[in-house]
Structures are given as structure tokens and as C-alpha cells.
């Protein structure tokens, strides 16, 4: 058979693989992830980052439904054990202090805006210059205008 008579037998899949690995191999990888990122940018000015949260949150139920849940804690236990492979256990150690330091921050800046907010209560502003000026004190004559 020449090449002309085959010319229909290759799918679109097989195609479209033939096409990447020959551009693959022209520009590298890093061209796929630079449009990859280019692509996704555009995605999210379009649609706002609520639609890769739709998105995601679908595929997880699929897969969760397709694999269970035990699948997550499979994935989950081979990424912790890559990661402590390749960066070594101290890692773990120092996000961990990171994320702490970062909660204790939290935390106080929670308290100190609760503080303020208890100590200058907020009045709405039609409140305000309706509102009755305070009783005079003990012994002295109230204020008249």
C-alpha cells in the first residue's frame, strides 16, 4: 500500500498526539506551560476564579464517586511522602511554625480590632445627630441653648 491509501487510517486522536509530540519536540515543554498560563489567565478574566472553584469542586466529586475516598488519602500520603523525600522532614517542621506564627497573628489582630470595636461603639449616622447629648452630671445645671 502507498502512503496515499492510508491516508484515512489515522484517528483524530492519534493525529492530535502526532501534532503535540512533533511540537513538543520543535519548542520544549516550557512553550506548552507558557501557554498553559496564558490560556488560564484569559479563562479567569472571562469567568472569575469562582468558575475554576466550580470546576474543581466538580471534578473532585467525580473522582470521589468514581474512586472513593480512599483514593484522596492514597494521593494524599504519596505527595506527603515525595514531598518529605525530596525537601526532607525538617520541612514539615518549618511550615508548620510558619503557619502558626501566621495564626498567632491572626489571632491578635481579631482580638485588637474586637477591643477597639468594644471600647468606640459605632452609631449609624442618622443616629448620631439625632441622638440626646448626655445627662449633666450630678450637681451640675444641664446644658441649655
Known amino acids: 500500500m502507498s502512503d496515499k491509501d492510508n491516508?484515512?487510517?489515522?484517528?483524530v486522536a492519534e493525529a492530535g498526539r502526532k501534532g503535540g509530540e512533533t511540537v513538543r519536540n520543535?519548542?520544549?515543554?516550557?512553550?506548552y506551560e507558557t501557554i498553559g498560563r496564558k490560556g488560564g489567565a484569559t479563562v479567569k478574566a472571562e469567568r472569575g476564579r469562582?468558575?475554576?472553584e466550580e470546576i474543581?469542586?466538580?471534578?473532585?466529586e467525580t473522582v470521589k464517586a468514581e474512586r472513593g475516598a480512599k483514593f484522596y488519602e492514597e494521593i494524599g500520603k504519596k505527595?506527603?511522602?515525595?514531598?518529605?523525600?525530596t525537601r526532607g522532614p525538617n520541612f514539615y517542621e518549618e511550615i508548620g511554625r510558619k503557619g502558626g506564627q501566621k495564626v498567632k497573628?491572626?489571632?491578635?489582630?481579631?482580638k485588637r480590632a474586637a477591643r477597639a470595636a468594644m471600647a468606640q461603639p459605632?452609631?449609624?449616622a442618622e443616629e448620631q445627630s439625632t441622638a440626646t447629648p448626655p445627662a449633666p452630671a450630678?450637681?451640675?445645671?444641664?446644658?441649655?441653648?
Request: glycine residues 20%.
Open 56 to 60: 474543581g469542586r466538580k471534578g473532585g
Open 138 to 145: 450630678e450637681g451640675q445645671e444641664p446644658h441649655r441653648e
Open 26 to 31: 520543535e519548542r520544549g515543554r516550557e512553550f
Open 105 to 110: 497573628k491572626l489571632i491578635e489582630e481579631g
Open 122 to 124: 459605632e452609631q449609624p
Open 50 to 52: 469562582s468558575f475554576y
Open 7 to 11: 491516508k484515512g487510517s489515522m484517528t
Open 79 to 85: 505527595g506527603g511522602d515525595r514531598v518529605k523525600a
